[in-house]
Every structure is written in C-alpha cells, then in structure tokens.
C-alpha cells in the first residue's frame, strides 16, 4: 500500500504543477490571416462523408458543389479569380472532421470552407472556423445550434423547427389527419431533430400525436414498434429518418396492415427509398428542399446540366450544395475585396439570392428564409405536391 | 502469455527513479511554451489527438497487456470521462463565468474535473470488473463490448446532455501541458502500480490465473483493480478530448475508436508501456498520412489495413513491436538482459 | 390482446432469425472454445453472395422455389469455403497460442471482413432482390403473420434437428465431440482434429449463409455492417441458452426475440441494443452454463 499512497501523492504533485503551468495559458487569439490573398485561384475547402455509410450524402453534396464552380469558373470566375476546391473525407465521424476542416483552414489555407451534410459533423467544424475567421457555409445541416457558433457561420438550408413544421401543417391542413403516430430514429441528431418540432407544431394547433415510438439506425425489425403503434390507430405516422430504414419500415407496416400514409423528411430523399420500400412506401409524403419537377427555368437548367454532368437526377443535397457554392460566389462577386472579413459581411446580407432550391436571404441567425416543398412518392419516383411557404 | 518478466527485478524505488519523471514533465512544459500557438494548428491538432490516444493506450494496456483481460469497451469509459467532464464545465461555464474564463482559475478547475471525470469512469470500470468475477477472457471481452453499447445508449437517451444531438460548446481547456502532462502522469502510475505488489498480482493473473489464485492472489480483486485503474486514466483522457474538440457526439465513441485503441495496444505490444506510446503516436500520425491515399481513391483503406495488420502480428509476432520491453531496456541492454532471459 | 399475441409472433419470427445465426456459433464454440466473431459477418458474406448471385442470374424478375434453393445453395457452398478459409488460415496456426491471441485474431477477421466488405461492396445499403414470395395470406383478422417468417421458423427448428442428428447420431458428430472434450485425446484415439473443426467451420458458415440469404428474403436490405450487431445478439443467444448446446441456441434465441419483441412494444424501444447485453451479464452472473448447458469443470 505505501507505493500506492506514494504514487497518488506525486501524481497529485505532478497535476498541480501542470495546472500552474496551465495559468500562463495565451489569451485567446485568433489566428485569422486578414490579408486579401494574391494569386488568382480562390481555395475553397470541403469537408463530407466520401467513405462510411453515409457516403452517399457527401458525394451527392460534392457533385453540386463541383457543378456550380464548374460554371462560375467557366463564365470567368470571380474577380478575374477561378475557384479551387479542395475536398476532405471525414468518414462521417465529428471528430474526423474536426480535423479536417483544421488542416483545410490551417495548411491548405482555403479562403471558405463548404460542408457538412450533418448536423453534428457542422457542430465540430464550426468553431474551427470561427476562431479562425474563415466563412464556412453549410449546405444541408438543418440543426438550429450550428450556426449558433458564431458569425462567420453559415446555411443555405431551412432549420430543423421550420421542416418540423412544414410536415405538421402538411399533416393538419391538407392529409387532413388529426391522430398521428411518430417513429424517431434516436441515434440520428437529425432525425430526433425533425421528431421534437412536429410534435410542437401538430400539437399545438389541434393535433394530437397518439404514441412516439423510436429505433436506432441500422435496425431491420421494425415490426414491435408498428405492432405499439397500430394499436393507437394513427392515420398517418411522421418517420423522420434516412431512407436505409424507411424503405423496411413501409414494408412492414404494409405487413402489418397498416394502411396508413408515411411521412418524412428530406433524409428520405434517395433512388433507395422507392428500390427498397417497394409497392409499400407508395402514397407516403415528405418533405424536400426542392423538387426536380419544378417546371421554373432556374430548376430546370440545373436539373438538365447535372444530368448531362453526372448521369443522374440530382437529388437535394446535390442542390443544397450547389446552391452553397454559388452563394459563395455570389458574395464575392459582391464583396470590396477577398478578406475573410468582407466575405463574411457579403454573405450576411444575402438577399433575395435566387437558388434552385428556392430565393435564398439569410436572417440575422444567419439562417435562410425559405420554402420548401413536400413531394408524394408515387410510380416509383416523387411527385409534387406542395410548396409551404415559411 | 508465457513471458519472464524480464524488468520486474530492476523495481524502482527511491527518489532515484523519479528523476527522469520529473524530467519529463519539466519537459512537457517547455515544449507546452514551444508549440502553444507557434506550432501549425494542423500539425498540433494531430499532436493532441496522439497524447490523447496515448494515454488511452497506456490505460488499456494496463488491463489487456498486465492483466490480460481483453476489454472491447474502452471507448466507453472514454466517453463516460468525456461527458461527465463536458457536463461539469458546461454547466460552471453557465452558472460560474469567471471559473471558466479566469486564466488563472481554470487551470485548477479543470485539474478538478479531470479527476472528477476519471473517479466517474473508474467507478464504471469498476462495475464492469464485478461481472469478471465469473467469467473467462471470451465472456468478459463481450461484456466489455456490451458495456460500450449500454454506455451508448444510455448517452443517447439522456437529454441533459445532448442525447444524439451531441453537446456544442464545451470550453476549450486542453492545452500540450495538460495533454502530455497527464500522459506522463499516466505512465508514471501505471508504471509504479505494476512494479508494486498489487502490480505483481495483474501479472501472475495474467500469466495464470489458476496458479495465481494458489498463490493466494485474489483474482477478482486484481482485475477489477485493473479495469477501475485503467478506466481512470481512460475517463481522464476522454476529457482531455472532450475539452479540445469542444462537441461530443455519441458517434465519436463507437466500436471503431476502441478498437483503435486496441490496435495501438496490441501493435506497441501488450505489456510495453513504451510500446504503446510510439504505436499510439505511429497511428494516430499514420492516419493522416494515409488521408492523401484515402481522398484519392474514395475508399476508407485504414480500417482494413488496420484489421489486417491485427491479424498478421497475431500469427507472426503476437508479442507486438515491442513485446514486453520497454524502449529504455533498449539502451540498458547490457546491464539488464542478463537477469531475464529471451523471448 | 391482439397486440401481446401479434408481439409474440414478431418476437418468434425475429427470434427464429437469431437461431439460424446461433447455431453456428455455438457449434464453433462447442468445438473450439472460441467465440467467433466473424461468424456474424460471414452470415453477411452469405447476403451479399445471395444478392449478386440473384442478380447476376436474374432471379428477380422470375420468384420461384428453384430460385430460392439455387441461391441458398450457392451461398452457403461460398460461405462453407470462406469458413474454411478462416480457419485454416487465421485460427489453425493460433490453436497453441494464449487465448487472449486467438480472440485478438477473431476479432480482426471479423473487421477485416467488415471494412473489406465497405470497399468490396460499397458502404451504402443494398436492395435483396426477391426472388421467392408466398401469396397466401396468413393473416387471422388484426393478427398478421408474414409466410416466409413461418418458413424460417421450420427452417430453424428443421436444421436444428439435423444438427442434432448429425452431431449424436454420426461418426464425424462423434468426432466432433470427441474434439470438443479434448483436442489431444482425439488425436491420440486417431481422430483426424484438424479436419473435425475445419469440417464444424464449414458446417457452422454454411448455416450463417443460409441465414443471409433468408435474412435478406424478409428484410430486403442488406449492408457491409449487417453481421456484427447480428452476430452479438446471435452469441448471446448461444449463451443463454447453454454455449455448445445446439437446442440451446435455438432456445435462447427465441426467448431473446421475444424479449426485445415485448420490450420495444410496450414502450421502451431504445433500450433494445442494450437488453442483449443486459441479459447476458445477468445469465453469466445467475448460470454462467446457460439455461441448457452442462457444467464444465475447468482444466488446470
């Protein structure tokens, strides 16, 4: 025992003579390179999940991103400048992308920083780049808190409360239902997110939600929560998760009888949803950024230059993306100079940007205000339904 | 493992040993003056996440590589350590500004914490050791896993904290000389601990948990001792963390990170202190190396390389790089290795 | 009422999933003391070989029972192989090694297959095609019994007989058990060991195969990731009801679908991940031989 009461005593010793060393810690400072930068490349970095198993949203951001500065660059780019980007993987994990967006600002000294698609992975870039002073934008994290982490924080998408809403005034006003069942995923931020704010909503302008059951991602039975939920009789039940379980949760509740309509959010949006649901996910609604559909010129050119680009229909997250870069853009084109600083004020007042996903003009939360679309998945493919307008 | 322990007659006692330790901590804090806000933040990010692994590493080692229980759940005690000393600076940060913010008051808070966040963890390890009462090394290694999924979930559910949303805005009080600092303080205890006679215990259960017991080594005592001081330091590093990356996210502390730490452990091999530290600081170096590789195929190769490295080393040489040696045996080689014997 | 039965039902059908997987792990363990933990990730292997194979040949577009009984052959054949092929390349050097090696091992080979199967395959989830579906309904009224569950269920209950029968009932079986008692004495009354635990490993991945082949029939959304969770619930299983003990498995796994089946429905859904391990800490602690297995003295 004397070696342990001796080991703790130094070891005691040792942590207060680190913690007084720890007094003279620097004043915080930040080490933002003010200076407009020379050359005539303008560095953009990206941070999203290139690998893991949420691969999928990353490179659908990074095709529209690719895009948009593909075109800029080709009419000119901005201030006689063409943008680069550099692209980071962060695996989908928050610390991973911590680190990323470190090097981006730090090594590769990106005068932007675009990304992430998730909520929790933007919460640990943020305030990298705050502290450092580099504008980072946000395509797709929905989460209010992200751009809490300061002013040079970004999104060009609507927030968690407002999706929440779109669906809950969707469900009231046009489902004309008033019994709803909600199904959360709880190891997604996003989904637990979109779960809260319907309810807030629905509740409070006369609906009532009749049971809150929840899985975890990655789960295939469903059927015990369905089995809870069928027996409140719902007529219609709000599953705002990612389109992975979506597709086994309509066939199961087919399964079950339950003949009721599913809704979402714009994590469903994905070719997947319709492979895997089937004749079972027919009829179900969600809500989207934007719906390739839209017959406006804007959505149209952009939907048929993706195409051309990569094969494919672009789905939201390759718009948000695009969208992100070219509201960058914009705000340099608008900005005196090329510091970080008037980049930032450039893109703070933002107005009336008109985006594919909607006319973009950020708040004082940095926040956009704009409409979203609620599409019904019919045929195998969506059809639209429905703007909502904030 | 059937391995003489070579080192164990050249126990340390005295002031005499401690010198180099007090060396080192005054050399953490010299270099802590030479990188804060000199070094590229880049270059001091991945030196950060080194120390933290690291200790994390040495923490583990202490139970897989001394004791020989094979635990699959450390990322859980990471994250116990790591909210609970997330929740604690939240809050004062909330209710007590000026302990937070004060320069010259938060190094002792968070000195506080820090104890008080690996105390929390140590106590889970200690629930996690009860079980081992009655189980072999198969058992336990599930029960650690399961242990780290329950720790999860749990996570998840509490709203207090985050749940799957994570924790934004924890301050930032890691800095080089907590980070090293505690890593030294790490492998000073667990080096004392296992040249003590608590430490020759985690040993011989290691080596034989039968004879052990009919040497009157209680073996129950011994490993949950092992699992409450390794989960300690593992707490205390978790908080280290959670206060550099300043968001938790439940993900963050997933199967994958404890089977890094595994790596680590079994590459710097199981029983070298040393061992640990340079795998630890090799890996977590190594994966940003491997980044360039990884942008330009899109494909995650590090795992597999990972968990085919774990497999190769098993066959060809289980006992790690190091195997039982320490790195300073290496300069001692005449003096000691005449004791021990080989491999 | 109808939702407690219709909740047993659910907990039976998933149960009868876990069985399959816990079949094979128990017959490993039986034999080699050794919890596999790739054996979750070679069920995945099985899914996955299903799919292409499925795809490759079009059975999609033409359900049959033939369809069914090709596929199944053909992953649990590749299956089959890639057992042997970890055992004889990653287990079989290590069988004189300290057992925290050999566990090291097994759990690097089951990532190896996890993050090998990310790149392989690719990380995001896959459709199953369907290629056998059973139009009969089997609802009675609120009561909705999905028929290729009830097929499973046979299935399960059918091939734990076999085993049964193969294990007491045959010269490998007792082979088998001879190995399991003690490696050395069955070599010494000259049985080939070897060749015993590479055959249980075949017979063991061939079994997971067929699981996720079934597995992705009913849930038609398969992943690189799919095995491991599987795979732990599935050991669990094994465990409650009795490590090495083949009814045992079949047991267990349905009292541990049942269990989840009833804890999500009333009302506690986010614990499920952690009821498995829950109930495994408390089964090792109250009868660490599981519900049907025998007691083991320990060998000095």
Redesign the interface.
């Known amino acids: 025992m004397m070696t342990m009461e001796k080991m703790i005593k130094s070891s005691a010793l040792a942590l207060a003579l680190v913690a007084v060393v720890g007094c003279t810690k620097k004043e915080s400072t930040t080490g933002a390179t003010n200076a407009a930068p020379a050359g005539d490349t303008i560095l953009v970095g990206e941070v999203g999940s290139m690998t893991g198993s949420e691969a999928t949203f990353g490179t659908s951001t990074h095709n529209g991103i690719e895009l948009a500065f593909e075109q800029i660059n080709a009419a000119g780019g901005v201030k006689g400048k063409k943008f680069k980007l550099i692209t980071l993987d962060d695996q989908g994990k928050p610390d991973e992308a911590a680190t990323a967006a470190t090097k981006l600002i730090t090594q590769d000294k990106i005068q932007a920083l675009l990304g992430e698609v998730a909520s929790s992975r933007s919460l640990a870039m943020a305030p990298i780049a705050q502290s450092n002073g580099v504008p980072m934008i946000t395509p797709s994290s929905t989460n209010p808190k992200v751009t809490e982490q300061g002013d040079y924080i970004f999104r060009v998408c609507f927030i968690d409360p407002f999706q929440g809403t779109v669906m809950a005034k969707f469900a009231l006003d046009t489902l004309k239902v008033k019994n709803v069942a909600v199904l959360r995923d709880v190891k997604n931020d996003y989904s637990v997110g979109l779960a809260d704010f319907f309810t807030q909503t629905f509740t409070k302008n006369g609906g009532k939600v009749v049971v809150d059951q929840s899985f975890s991602a990655g789960d295939m039975d469903f059927k015990s929560q369905l089995t809870a939920i069928r027996a409140k009789k719902p007529e219609a039940i709000y599953v705002p998760g990612y389109y992975t379980e979506v597709g086994l949760i309509a066939r199961q509740a087919k399964e079950l009888g339950l003949n009721v309509p599913l809704m979402g959010g714009d994590g469903w949006d994905s070719p997947k949803l319709t492979e895997i649901g089937g004749k079972s996910i027919e009829g179900s609604y969600f809500s989207n950024h934007y719906s390739p559909e839209d017959q406006s010129p804007a959505v149209q050119k952009f939907v048929s230059e993706f195409k051309a680009k990569y094969g494919v229909i672009p789905d939201g997250l390759s718009a948000m993306g695009y969208d992100a870069a070219k509201v960058l853009a914009d705000a340099m084109t608008r900005a005196p100079d090329l510091t970080n600083k008037a980049v930032r004020d450039a893109i703070a007042t933002t107005k009336d940007f008109p985006g594919v996903t909607g006319v973009i003009t950020l708040n004082e939360h940095r926040d956009p205000v704009k409409s979203a679309v609620v599409l019904k998945v019919a045929g195998g493919g969506y059809k639209y339904q429905t703007t909502v307008k904030p | 493992?059937?391995k003489p322990e070579a080192k164990l007659n050249g126990s340390p006692h005295g002031m005499k040993t401690?010198w180099p330790?007090i060396a080192a901590?005054a050399g953490?804090?010299v270099v802590?003056f030479l990188v804060?806000?000199r070094l590229?933040?880049?270059f001091f990010?991945?030196l950060m996440?080194a120390g933290v692994n690291a200790t994390l590493a040495v923490s583990l080692n202490l139970i897989?590589g001394f004791t020989?229980q094979?635990s699959?759940g450390h990322a859980g005690f990471m994250s116990v350590g790591g909210y609970v000393s997330a929740f604690i600076t939240t809050s004062l940060a909330a209710s007590h500004p000026d302990l937070i913010n004060d320069?010259?008051l938060?190094?002792?808070v968070?000195?506080g914490v820090?104890?008080v966040a690996g105390l929390f963890s140590a106590f889970m390890g200690y629930l996690v050791g009860l079980?081992s009462?009655?189980?072999r090394?198969?058992?336990l290694?599930?029960?650690t896993?399961?242990?780290g999924?329950?720790i999860r979930?749990?996570v998840?559910?509490v709203d207090a904290i985050g749940?799957?949303?994570?924790m934004?805005?924890i301050p930032?009080l890691s800095?080089f000389?907590?980070v090293y600092?505690?890593l030294?303080?790490t492998l000073?205890?667990v080096w004392?601990?296992i040249?003590?006679?608590?430490g020759r215990e985690f040993l011989a259960v290691r080596e034989d948990e039968?004879a052990a017991e009919a040497m009157g080594v209680n073996t129950t005592k011994a490993k949950v001792r092992a699992f409450a001081t390794g989960a300690f330091f593992a707490g205390v590093s978790g908080a280290l963390?959670a206060h550099y990356?300043?968001?938790l996210?439940?993900?963050?502390f997933d199967?994958n990170r404890s089977?890094e730490v595994?790596i680590m452990v079994?590459l710097g091999g199981?029983g070298s202190l040393s061992g640990s530290v340079v795998a630890a600081i090799f890996l977590t170096v190594l994966k940003?190396m491997l980044?360039p590789l990884?942008?330009l195929t899109?494909?995650?190769?590090r795992?597999?390389i990972?968990?085919?490295l774990?497999?190769v080393l098993?066959?060809t040489r289980?006992n790690g790089i190091f195997g039982t040696k320490e790195i300073t045996s290496l300069f001692k080689r005449g003096r000691r290795s005449s004791k021990g014997g080989a491999t | 009422m109808i939702e407690f039965v219709q909740l047993l039902v659910n907990g039976l059908s998933l149960g009868s999933i876990y069985a399959l997987i816990a079949l094979g792990y128990t017959m490993v363990f039986g034999i080699l003391q050794l919890i596999n933990f790739a054996h979750g990730d070679v069920y995945m292997l099985g899914a996955f070989i299903g799919m292409y194979t499925s795809r490759a040949l079009n059975l999609g577009e033409h359900p049959s029972l033939g369809a069914l009984l090709l596929v199944l052959a053909v992953a649990m054949a590749g299956c089959a192989a890639m057992g042997f092929l970890i055992e004889r390349i990653a287990y079989r050097p290590l069988r004189k090694a300290p057992r925290i090696n050999l566990l090291i091992t097994a759990v690097g080979v089951s990532l190896f297959l996890e993050f090998a199967g990310q790149l392989v395959f690719g990380a995001d989830p896959k459709f199953f095609p369907q290629i056998f579906s059973i139009e009969s309904d089997f609802s009675f009224g609120e009561l909705k019994i999905n028929p290729l569950q009830v097929l499973v269920f046979g299935i399960s209950i059918v091939l734990m007989t076999i085993l049964q029968t193969i294990i007491y009932k045959t010269r490998i079986g007792r082979a088998m058990r001879a190995a399991s008692f003690s490696h050395d004495l069955a070599s010494l009354m000259g049985i080939p060991t070897d060749r015993v635990i590479s055959f249980t490993f075949m017979l063991g991945s061939a079994l997971a195969g067929a699981g996720g082949v079934l597995v992705g029939l009913i849930y038609p959304k398969i992943e690189p990731l799919m095995g491991s969770m599987m795979g732990l619930k599935a050991f669990v299983a094994a465990v409650l009801g009795g490590i090495g003990n083949v009814t045992g498995a079949v047991v267990g796994a349905l009292i541990l679908g049942l269990a989840e089946s009833f804890l999500v429905g009333y009302g506690y859904p986010t614990f499920r991940d952690a009821l498995a391990f829950a109930l495994l800490i408390l089964i090792l602690i109250l009868k660490p031989t599981g519900l049907f297995g025998t007691k083991r003295t320990e060998k000095v």
């Open positions: 493992m059937s401690l330790w901590l953490v804090i802590h804060t806000d590229n933040p880049y990010t991945i996440y897989s020989g094979f699959m320069p010259n938060s190094p002792f968070f000195g820090l104890v079980p009462l009655r189980l090394g198969d058992y290694a599930i029960v896993l399961g242990f999924e329950i979930v749990i998840l559910n749940g799957a949303r994570g934004p805005n930032e800095s000389a907590w600092g505690v030294v303080v000073f205890s004392r601990l040249h003590s006679r608590q039968i963390f990356l300043r968001y996210n439940p993900q963050t199967f089977f595994i079994v199981l940003e980044r990884q942008e899109k494909l995650d190769f795992m597999v990972y968990s085919m774990l497999i098993m066959l289980p």
